[in-house]
């Protein structure tokens, strides 16, 4: 998908200041060994003196150099490998003095062979996200907040709406702690004011936390967003931050009134990322013979290719 040119400066002056901490880092370890170890210290400036001594043989060209070269070459060999092992001897990796990169592949230059690194596309679609979000109530609700007790535990059948709640509660739970970016991705569906917003705002803060993408938005708004894009009534690139993200939280699916074009989109959306294995939560408040009615077969068949959670009781916010 394409990055808008936007996002991708902002993303480049954010790796700008990943590779000046890098560097601040790099300095306050090699101020604490210096400190530590008086020894390394002293090989450190010894290491200097030789690679210089190097450096004068080589340009003096003299009878006998390259023999000179190879004992100072290997007087370096030992002094680095004394450097390591007091490293090691007090504690620290022996690479703790590396250098430090934030991505190893372009070492925190954004690119590669001329191309935009994975990196700094990954913070160029956060910043992205973020644009997106910024109306959103993604801030609002965690785990901790979802009230169980809320939810009738009298038996209808063999669960009670409390027990069925709670299952649903443990595989979001589930799915927010052991999200890689790839999951099945999840349909949640009941009546209005069953907690399907609470929990998907729940998992989009702790995937968020543990630094992926996560944009969401209600059906209708995201609808509308995309056609005045789309019709140039204004600016923005909605439909690529949303087929990129890492996790597509859609909410109030069946609010919008769609025409056919919204149908299209709305297929063109769920199924694109379906395809790249891209996962989503939609939350909707209709029923599974109401979204059938509704929407196209093509469309019905994908949403109800996601796992699927059934919210049942009556509505929390008549409670408080």
Not at 40 to 58: D, P, Q, R
Not at 67 to 94: H, T, W
Not at 245 to 265: F, H, I, K, M
């Amino acid at each position: 998908m394409s990055i808008s040119k936007e996002y991708l400066i902002q993303a480049q002056d954010e790796l700008e200041k990943l590779r000046s901490a890098n560097r601040r880092t790099e300095y306050l370890r090699h101020a604490e060994i210096i400190e530590k170890i008086p020894e390394y210290a002293k090989l450190e400036e010894k290491l200097s003196a030789t690679m210089a001594n190097v450096v004068a043989l080589v340009a003096s060209k003299s009878s006998g150099c390259e023999e000179k070269i190879k004992a100072v070459s290997e007087e370096n060999i030992s002094i680095q490998n004394r450097m390591e092992q007091l490293l090691v001897e007090n504690g620290y990796d022996k690479n703790y003095l590396g250098e430090i990169y934030s991505c190893e592949k372009c070492r925190d230059k954004g690119i590669i062979d001329g191309n935009w690194c994975g990196c700094l596309k990954k913070i160029a679609h956060r910043l992205a996200a973020d644009d997106l979000n910024k109306r959103s109530p993604l801030k609002l609700c965690s785990f901790e907040t979802f009230d169980l007790s809320l939810y009738s535990d009298v038996a209808k059948g063999e669960s009670s709406p409390r027990d069925e709640m709670e299952q649903n509660f443990n595989i979001c739970v589930n799915f927010a702690d052991n999200f890689k970016g790839n999951e099945k991705g999840l349909l949640m569906t009941g009546g209005t004011g069953l907690g399907k917003t609470h929990l998907s705002l729940s998992v989009a803060k702790r995937i968020i936390q543990k630094d992926f993408s996560v944009v969401y938005c209600s059906v209708p708004e995201l609808l509308r967003a995309i056609n005045n894009e789309q019709f140039g009534r204004s600016d923005g690139n909605t439909m690529s931050v949303i087929s990129s993200c890492d996790l597509l939280v859609l909410d109030d699916l069946g609010a919008e009134n769609p025409t056919e074009r919204d149908v299209s989109l709305l297929y063109e959306i769920i199924n694109g990322r379906l395809c790249r294995s891209l996962p989503m939560i939609i939350n909707t408040n209709l029923s599974a013979e109401k979204l059938n009615l509704r929407y196209s077969e093509r469309l019905f068949s994908r949403l109800f290719s996601l796992e699927v959670l059934f919210f049942k009781g009556d509505d929390n916010r008549l409670k408080y």
